[in-house]
Antibody
Framework: QVLLQESGPGLVKPSETLSLTCTVS????????WSWIRQPPGKGLEWIGY???????NYHPSLRSRVVISVDRPNNQFFLKLRSVTAADTAVYYC??????????????????WGKGTTVTVSS | SYELTQPPSVSVSPGQTATITCSGD??????PSWYQQKPGQSPMLVIY???ERPSGIPERFSGSNSGNTATLTISGTQAMDEADYYC?????????FGGGTKLTVL
């Protein structure tokens, strides 16, 4: 059974960079799409992006200019960096395992394993 | 940008059928997924590829999709099904979530 665990600072100052690590256990990062998703307090889910095990990435257009997702395959970890944060970036951040499948020529993505989430507050 | 619209809340009596809708442009061709999130927990996949159930998801959860609307149906709703439900679709290489529906079982 694959498990994902987020780690990183719970408090980040405005304008600084939010950095999180996701450690994967129970399987290797050798397939699938390793993702970050966030949820502001009392609000819905927002996809941040993913990294394929080969290193290719895809980001939400609204965050693309500030976000980098990277992977360390030997250590079975992947990372999120979000720069120039503001209070609007306060959220529970989930790391997750996604899949991309195609049917009738249409590619689609879904998340089949979620971490427990970590709360990040942006405040001075 | 791609928008998915869900009703904010749905109520159902125990044992009855709950229906949660998700609307989006040409959603019928985008194979949406559904996630259940209980308070204080991370989301959990309950339906993918329109109507497929992951291993361990009870048969009372089913999905359908046509036109611009996808539907999550919970037959014989139980108290344990009370949760927030989110639909999700893939469009323009981006994952989009609906705003979520709070299902109340009363």
């Amino acid at each position: 059974q694959v498990l994902l665990q987020e780690s990183g600072p719970g408090l980040v100052k405005p304008s600084e960079t939010l950095s999180l690590t996701c450690t994967v256990s129970g399987d290797s990062i050798s397939s699938d799409y390793w993702s970050w998703i966030r949820q502001p307090p009392g609000k819905g889910l927002e996809w941040i992006g993913y990294i394929f095990y080969s290193g290719s990435t895809n980001y939400h257009p609204s965050l693309r200019s500030r976000v980098v997702i990277s992977v360390d395959r030997p250590n079975n970890q992947f990372f999120l960096k979000l720069r120039s944060v503001t209070a609007a970036d306060t959220a529970v951040y989930y790391c997750a395992r996604g899949a991309v499948t195609s049917t009738s020529g249409y590619f689609y993505y879904y998340v089949h394993v979620w971490g427990k989430g970590t709360t990040v507050t942006v405040s001075s | 940008s791609y928008e998915l619209t869900q009703p904010p809340s749905v109520s159902v009596s125990p044992g009855q059928t709950a229906t949660i809708t998700c609307s989006g442009d040409k959603l019928g061709g985008k194979y949406p997924s559904w996630y259940q999130q209980k308070p204080g927990q991370s989301p959990m996949l309950v339906i993918y590829q329109n109507s497929e159930r992951p291993s361990g998801i009870p048969e009372r959860f089913s999905g359908s999709n046509s036109g611009n609307t996808a539907t999550l149906t919970i037959s014989g709703t139980q108290a344990m099904d009370e949760a927030d439900y989110y639909c999700q679709a893939w469009d323009s290489s981006t994952a989009w979530f609906g705003g979520g529906t709070k299902l109340t079982v009363l």
